[in-house]
């Protein structure tokens, strides 16, 4: 007889499961190569990519920059905020 697999219940913990986001927000004191070449510099992502994150940022006052687990985003938005950005880790999704 073939005996079922019994796996353990993953515990939910705030850090491990789920999507979350880096937002930044725009201000008046950081130029747009420096939100640019920061944004680089955390995320690892194109120029062309940090380009249109700060144009929504300027534009709209806020923009989503990375999506990642909860420790990965808390990393990316420390690198960033170390110039003045203002940023916000959340969930990407409300449940």
Request: proline fraction near 3%.
């Amino acid at each position: 007889m073939i005996q079922p697999v019994i796996q353990p219940e993953l515990e939910e913990s705030s850090t491990s499961l789920g999507r979350w986001m880096v937002v930044i927000y725009n201000n008046d004191t950081n130029s747009v190569d420096q939100v640019i070449r920061i944004l680089m510099k955390a995320t690892g992502c194109s120029l062309d990519e940090a380009s249109i994150e700060t144009w929504e940022a300027h534009t709209y006052g806020k923009a989503p920059v990375h999506f990642a687990s909860r420790t990965e985003c808390d990393r990316v938005a420390a690198i960033v905020s170390s110039i003045g950005v203002r940023t916000e880790v959340s969930r990407e999704w409300e449940d």
